[in-house]
């Protein structure tokens, strides 16, 4: 079946390192969209990517949509304590009507 | 502005005891999610409602069944609770109907089948 799949699974960093986690499906997806869940805490939408290359920044964050619109990456400039949480990427199921989540890339940083 | 409300936040029951637990979304969205998180594998979709009136299967229905009680409403019931069941339990809306809409999650409920 339909899948997406994010690696790495998880990653330690110092605070101030760069941090990348990749998200890649199975079959081309019409958008996808990033979450972060804090420890704890719930998924809190972040950002929806639908053009093809498409590039978006919010603040230290840049999404990414990969010209094929199979794959798709969220990399953090210099990182911070406040970064700490588990970052999901999703897309639609095909048919549209149902979103399937990635595993999550757990991002620890070290002060 | 509450967004979505689930009950309770935490729960523990005996295996084969039943429960509800209870989703509100004060948003005006048309469509709510049943989810379950378990370590490393993500959110899966037990439930959905993509509007008032209709429920539909997710990835893993088995042992739940659902009622869309309203439009602000969706609960979610464990008919005999087994300790497969031990996951936290997000309820989700979104505006509309569709694999595009961004969704909105409650707190969790933390529920532990001994």
């Known amino acids: 079946g339909q899948q997406v799949m994010q690696i790495p699974q998880y990653q330690h960093v110092q605070e101030g390192e760069d941090f990348t986690t990749y998200c890649n499906s199975s079959?081309?997806?019409?958008?996808i969209q990033w979450y972060k869940q804090r420890p704890g805490g719930h998924p809190v939408f972040l950002i929806q990517?639908?053009?093809?290359?498409e590039v978006k920044k919010q603040k230290r964050l840049t999404f990414q949509f990969g010209e094929a619109k199979k794959n798709s990456s969220l990399h953090i400039t210099a990182t911070q304590t406040t970064d700490v949480g588990t970052y999901f990427c999703?897309?639609?199921?095909?048919?549209?009507?149902?979103?399937?989540f990635g595993a999550g890339t757990r991002l620890f940083v070290k002060a | 502005n509450a967004g979505v409300t689930q009950t309770p936040k935490f729960q523990v029951l005996k295996t084969g005891q039943s429960m509800t637990l209870q989703c509100a979304q004060d948003?005006?969205?048309?469509?709510m999610y049943w989810y379950r998180q378990d370590p490393g594998m993500g959110l899966r979709l037990i439930y959905y409602?993509?509007?008032?009136?209709?429920?539909d299967k997710g990835e893993v229905p088995n042992g739940y069944n659902v009622s869309r009680l309203n439009k602000r409403e969706f609960s979610l019931r464990l008919e005999s609770a087994a300790p497969s069941q031990t996951s936290v339990y997000f309820c989700a809306s979104s505006e509309l109907e569709g694999g595009n809409q961004p969704q909105h999650f409650g707190d969790g409920t933390r529920l532990s089948i001994l």
């Open positions: 948003m005006n969205h048309n469509s």
């Open positions: 999703a897309g639609p199921l095909t048919g549209g009507f149902k979103t399937i």
């Open positions: 079959t081309t997806l019409s958008n």
């Open positions: 990517l639908v053009k093809s290359g």
């Open positions: 409602s993509a509007s008032e009136g209709t429920t």
